[in-house]
């Protein structure tokens, strides 16, 4: 069965104390992997995509990237702002348009 | 300027109602989504569009039906709401098959 799961489901971090998220996905076929920031109150905010195995994109203090099997999302150096609940998202062939969302990662970064 | 918006922004209402959720996006997207967001924050697809295609998950029920009167609107019509409908509703855009969404600010509704 095609899945989509993220791990940690909560991390807490100290400011400045670097560490990873984990998107382990199942499918085949795979089009695309998303990241999005999901802020209490607001909708998910688009972070990366990455399309193929060994792929990198970096943002700031972010920076994500793709296996064959997995994703990571890389924080360095945290700041309190980069709290926020990380979800990714997967497209594949048999899903035609759709995402399918992992349950997300809820960060918390303490000053 | 917003680029995908909903309204209302919160919603409160009675077992039995029917109620309406707007969607409009300025992003000039062919492919408009709604989600569903519920208590354990879990975002599952509901519906997509595209292009007058109505693509509708089976697990659904059709108390809930899409309406799209013009490509930049993805209206989402509730009938006979329940106490399980509580939950966020999240409309999205996106521009082509492997592309981003963007994503509405939700409506919290709560069914009481």
């Known amino acids: 069965e095609d899945q989509v799961t993220q791990s940690p489901e909560a991390l807490r971090l100290q400011e400045g104390e670097s560490s990873s998220l984990n998107c382990s996905y199942t499918?085949?076929?795979?089009?695309?992997l998303f990241w999005y920031r999901q802020d209490p109150g607001k909708g998910p905010e688009f972070l990366f995509t990455?399309?193929?195995a060994g792929e990198e994109k970096e943002k700031e203090r972010l920076k994500a990237t793709l296996t064959k099997k997995e994703s990571f999302l890389h924080i360095t150096a945290p700041k309190p702002e980069d709290s926020a609940t990380y979800l990714c998202?997967?497209?594949?062939?048999?899903?035609?348009?759709?995402?399918?969302f992992g349950p997300g990662t809820r960060l918390s970064v303490l000053p | 300027d917003t680029a995908v918006s909903q309204t209302p922004k919160y919603l409160v209402t009675q077992m039995g109602n029917d109620k309406s959720i707007k969607c409009e996006q300025n992003?000039?997207?062919?492919?408009m989504y709604w989600y569903k967001q519920d208590s354990k924050k879990f975002l599952k697809i509901m519906f997509s569009?595209?292009?007058?295609?109505?693509?509708i998950n089976e697990t659904v029920p059709n108390r809930f039906s899409p309406k799209s009167p013009d490509k930049a609107h993805l209206n989402l019509h509730i009938n006979s709401l329940e106490l399980g409908d509580s939950a966020v509703y999240f409309c999205?855009?996106?521009?082509?098959?492997?592309?981003?969404?963007?994503f509405g600010q939700g409506t919290r509704l709560t069914v009481v």
């Open positions: 999205a855009s996106r521009e082509g098959r492997d592309t981003e969404a963007f």
């Open positions: 499918v085949s076929g795979l089009r695309g």
């Open positions: 990455l399309y193929s």
């Open positions: 998202a997967v497209q594949a062939r048999a899903y035609g348009q759709n995402f399918v």
């Open positions: 992003l000039g997207h062919d492919t």
């Open positions: 569009y595209n292009n007058k295609e109505l693509i």
